[in-house]
């Protein structure tokens, strides 16, 4: 079983920054994938941003240039550095990882106002 342990969400004005954190635990084997996804009101679950054991990163279009996603490899942690933040960014953000199947944080919060 592998746990994941988010924090930094919260409530940000348009054009503000927030920095996710998450770290993962338990049987965790390498190489893996960690990363981001959000789920908005009414909205299926997509991902935002996502990277491998050798810092492959990928992103979704809609948040090329703004947000930067990092990881610390040793530690399993992962981190999602949000900026340039816009409403449409509002969501339950899900931390992931893939070590032979998917896991999934229990989700945080980022709300983004006008």
């Known amino acids: 079983q592998v746990q994941l342990v988010e924090s930094g969400g919260g409530l940000v004005q348009a054009g503000g920054s927030l920095r996710l954190s998450c770290t993962a635990s338990g049987s965790i084997f390498r190489p893996n994938n960690m990363g981001w996804y959000r789920q908005g009101p009414g909205k299926q679950r997509e991902l935002v941003a996502a990277c491998t054991s050798a810092n492959i990163t990928n992103y979704a279009d809609s948040v090329k240039g703004r947000f930067t996603i990092t990881r610390t490899i040793a530690r399993n942690t992962v981190y999602l550095q949000m900026n340039d933040l816009k409403p449409e960014d509002t969501a339950v953000y899900y931390c992931?990882?893939?070590?032979?199947?998917?896991?999934w944080g229990q989700g945080t919060q980022v709300t983004v106002s006008s």
């Open positions: 992931w990882i893939f070590t032979g199947r998917s896991y």
